[in-house]
């Protein structure tokens, strides 16, 4: 469970499209990133901003305001579920994640431009449950339901991204860093009755491990919003 689970919620396919991406390819890939950050003369990019995004917290949006061509502060918010199933570690799982989460973080941009590097805090609400049917403990065929929650959910977090103008008053936004978490607990148990605790934990030993070592999230937010 924990690698499907978890899968969804470390955001692992857009983290592979970012790898994929042609400027990654390059030694001077990043230089035209960098060279979009930069401001141009005369341009004012102070004020409230309002986000619809799309990100590891969920769908949601974000309020931001850029105190001056250097300094900005930023409030990303979201929330999603989604059903997961298949076959994990041989056993047959049907589940679901919950993602959420709320922050605030202090935006830097060193060139007055559009590029910036944050750091903040989040509280995250990422969770997730699932059933592994027809596990076998000791003979017993039994089903087992498993629940992975934070062990902390307020962590440090640290990105870098790019604030587009589009226009006068229309933007595009993007990020990526990472959310220092504290792990996952797991809580486990079977349906029939006939297991004692200790070997069910037994056989979620090694998920259990896996889950309280993931402490590390990435963090990828994509948004579309407009300037006041």
């Given at each position: 469970?924990?690698?499907?689970?978890?899968?969804?919620?470390?955001?692992?396919?857009?983290?592979?499209?970012v790898?994929n991406?042609?400027?990654?390819d390059?030694p001077?890939?990043?230089a035209?990133l960098l060279?979009?950050?930069?401001?141009?003369?005369g341009?004012?990019?102070?004020?409230?901003?309002?986000?619809?995004?799309?990100?590891?917290?969920?769908?949601g949006?974000?309020?931001?305001?850029?105190?001056?061509?250097?300094?900005?502060?930023?409030?990303?918010?979201?929330?999603?579920?989604?059903?997961?199933d298949?076959?994990?570690?041989?056993?047959?799982?049907?589940?679901?994640?919950?993602?959420?989460?709320?922050?605030?973080?202090?935006?830097?941009?060193?060139?007055g431009?559009?590029?910036?590097?944050?750091?903040?805090?989040?509280?995250?609400?990422?969770?997730?449950?699932?059933?592994?049917?027809?596990?076998?403990?000791d003979?017993?065929?039994?089903?087992?339901?498993?629940?992975?929650?934070?062990?902390?959910?307020v962590?440090?977090?640290?990105?870098?991204?790019?604030d587009?103008?589009?226009?006068k008053?229309?933007?595009?936004?993007?990020?990526?860093?990472?959310?220092?978490?504290s792990?996952?607990?797991?809580?486990?148990?079977?349906?029939?009755?006939?297991?004692?605790q200790?070997?069910?934990?037994?056989?979620t030993?090694?998920?259990?491990?896996?889950?309280g070592r993931?402490?590390?999230?990435?963090?990828?937010k994509?948004?579309?919003?407009?300037?006041f």
């Open positions: 469970m924990i690698r499907l689970a978890l899968a969804v919620i470390l955001g692992l396919s857009a983290t592979a499209a790898a991406d042609p400027l990654s390059s001077d890939g990043a035209p060279a979009a950050g930069a401001m141009s003369p341009e004012d990019r102070t004020g409230l901003s309002l986000r619809g995004n799309v990100s590891t917290l969920g769908l949006g974000e309020l931001a305001w850029r105190v001056n061509d250097r300094l900005g502060i930023s409030a990303p918010f979201g929330s999603a579920e989604m059903n997961v298949g076959k994990v570690e041989g056993y047959d799982m049907d589940g679901t994640v919950n993602l959420g989460g709320f922050g605030l973080m202090v935006d830097f941009y060193p060139m431009g559009a590029f910036h590097v944050s750091g903040g805090a989040f509280h995250t609400n990422y969770s997730a449950h699932g059933i592994a049917s027809d596990v076998n403990i003979g017993v065929i039994t089903d087992v339901t498993m629940q992975f929650d934070q062990k902390r959910k962590a440090p977090v640290t990105a870098m991204g790019w587009w103008r589009l226009g008053h229309g933007m595009v936004s993007a990020d990526l860093g990472a959310i220092i978490g792990g996952f607990d797991l809580t486990a148990s079977e349906s029939s009755g006939l297991v004692t200790d070997r069910v934990d037994a056989e030993a090694d998920i259990r491990d896996t889950a993931l402490r590390v999230l990435p963090y990828l994509l948004g579309v919003g407009i300037n």
